[in-house]
Every structure is written in structure tokens, then in C-alpha cells.
């Protein structure tokens, strides 16, 4: 299940090593009028303009759902599907980045407020749903400079957090696991003068080993996952502290990039994962 165009994709990769097991692959946009019954499983990949329309893109998933497998599985898409979900991470005792809501949309009392609390020079302030930067602001002090995230903001419920300065010095970690096995991990940072790291705005890639702590904080952070069994895929998005220590700037379980020319083997895990949890209901035809 994929989507726009515009984007750099990885999942392509993971077709061969799909069919090698036996099963058949098509990419099908999620706004597209499709037989879903006609599949023994449909793979959330990359809908990456489901938050322009994130209703419609769940009656998509529970259109999809009511007929065959859907992976990840409906109830956590939900879960998963606004940024809330940092509430219950925290709530379970997984270290997240600190944040304030505003759930009635965006305000300089709001703005204002959490630089006192953080006593911080910079914020970054986003919509609960949201991917790809998209309506992400980094922000200073003084409010003349607030304007266009207000403007934008003012009437979509979202979250302040203090700007990590790790992001831009050292930069953001992914850790990738299928079938809540961890896979590979990567270490993306943004181009000169921005923050995000994303490749569609200029940010570097390259793959990393895991350290000690970042895998017990991606262990933590999936087991939190209000799921009884081990998801397909999950990507955990991780910064260090000003202390330090490492906290979860996102838990990506619906439509992450998996990078897997960063890992290699990764896509064979991949493909792997997803057989071995159709094998014992389906015949390949997927």
C-alpha cells in the first residue's frame, strides 16, 4: 500500500526478496478504488499525505480491515496515528522528549508558557498529526516571530517540546525491528542551518550500530505498545538529552521509511517477518 510521488522510498527493496518466497506484490495507492478482499495481506508502507486527510485515510484502513490482514494492525494505526501516544509512553516509563499540549490549537499563552517552564531558547511546535516535518515550526523567543505558527496552528490540536540542540549537533537515531526483532538502525542528520533530517529536506543518512542504551530504550518504548504480539515493523526515533540520556522523539508504527539499503539484510528480514506471519493462514498471493 503506497502512495505520492515526490518522496525517496526504500520498498521496492523488499519486493524480490518477497517473491522469492513464494508471494506475489502490488503497490497500491490507498486513495485508489481496489478489491482489498482480493489480498491475503495489505502492508501499510507509504501513504505519506494521510495526514491531509487522516479520516478519510482511516476508512481506507478499516475498509481494508473488515476483509483481510492489515499490518500494522487497525487498533494500533489508531494508537499510533496521533502523537498522544507520547502520553502513554511516558505514562508507562519510557523517557520521551518533554512536551506540552495544546489541544485546542496553538497559542503564545502556550508559546509562552513552555519557554518559562523549560527556560529554553528555542521550541518546536507541531500538529498531533503530522509527518514529514509538515506544519513543524522551530521557534525562538519573541513572540513578533510566532505569526505563521499561530496562523497555521491556531485551530489544530498540538505539542510543544524544547528544541533538542543534539538534533543538529549529533542528530536523530532510528532503530528498526521486524517482528519485534531489531533489524538495523541509522543516524540522520539535517542539512546546514535546518533541523530536520529528513532526505527530502536535505538531511545525511548513515547506518550505525546500536548502542547499549539505545536498545534498551527501543526494547522499552515496544513494549509499551498497547498490542499483545510483536508488530511487523516499528521504527523507533531517538535524541539525547541535555543530560545525556536518550528519549523518544517519535515511535513510528504505520507508515515509517524502513532505510533498508542501510541495513543490509534488512529487506530479506523484513520479508522474512511478514512470511512467517502469513504462512499459517494464507497461500502466497499477497
Known amino acids: 500500500m503506497s502512495s505520492i510521488e515526490g518522496f525517496v522510498t526504500y520498498d521496492g ?14 503497490s497500491v495507492p490507498w486513495r485508489a478504488e481496489t ?18 486527510d487522516a479520516d478519510a485515510f482511516m476508512e481506507v484502513l478499516e475498509s481494508i480491515d473488515r476483509v483481510t490482514r492489515l499490518e500494522n494492525p487497525l487498533d494500533v494505526v489508531r494508537w499510533n496515528l496521533r502523537k498522544t501516544y507520547l502520553r502513554d509512553l511516558e505514562a508507562a516509563g519510557v523517557p520521551v522528549v518533554p512536551t506540552r499540549w495544546a489541544d485546542g490549537g496553538l497559542t503564545a499563552c502556550a508559546l509562552a508558557e513552555a519557554f518559562r517552564q523549560w527556560k529554553t531558547h528555542e521550541v518546536v511546535a507541531k500538529p498531533v498529526v503530522s509527518a514529514n516535518a509538515d506544519g513543524t515550526f522551530r521557534l525562538g523567543p519573541d513572540p513578533l ?7 497555521l496552528l491556531r485551530r489544530r490540536p ?28 541509522i543516524l540522520k542528520t539535517p542539512a546546514p542551518r535546518d533541523f530536520r533530517v529528513q532526505e527530502e529536506h536535505g538531511g545525511t543518512i548513515r547506518a550505525v550500530e546500536p548502542s547499549p542504551d539505545l536498545l534498551d530504550l527501543t526494547r522499552a518504548a515496544l513494549a509499551a505498545v498497547p ?11 531517538a535524541v539525547r538529552m541535555p543530560d545525556g540520556r536518550l528519549a523518544i522523539m517519535e515511535l513510528e508504527l504505520i507508515e515509517p521509511s524502513l532505510y533498508f539499503p542501510y541495513g543490509p539484510g534488512s529487506a530479506e ?18
Open 13 to 26: 527493496a523488499a519486493i524480490p526478496p518477497l517473491e522469492a518466497l513464494g508471494w506475489t506484490v502490488d
Open 35 to 52: 478489491d482489498w478482499a482480493a489480498y491475503d495481506a495489505v502492508v501499510i508502507r507509504s501513504p505519506w499525505d494521510y495526514q491531509d
Open 145 to 151: 516571530t510566532w505569526e505563521g505558527a499561530l496562523a
Open 158 to 185: 498540538c505539542l510543544v517540546q524544547p528544541f533538542v540542540l543534539s538534533v543538529v549537533d549529533e542528530g536523530e537515531f532510528s532503530v528498526f525491528a521486524f517482528g519485534g526483532v531489531v533489524s538495523h538502525a
Open 227 to 237: 498490542h499483545d504480539a510483536p508488530l511487523l515493523y516499528a521504527r523507533v526515533d
Open 269 to 286: 528480514r523484513f520479508a522474512a517477518a511478514l512470511d512467517a506471519r502469513l504462512r499459517h493462514t494464507s497461500a502466497p498471493a499477497a
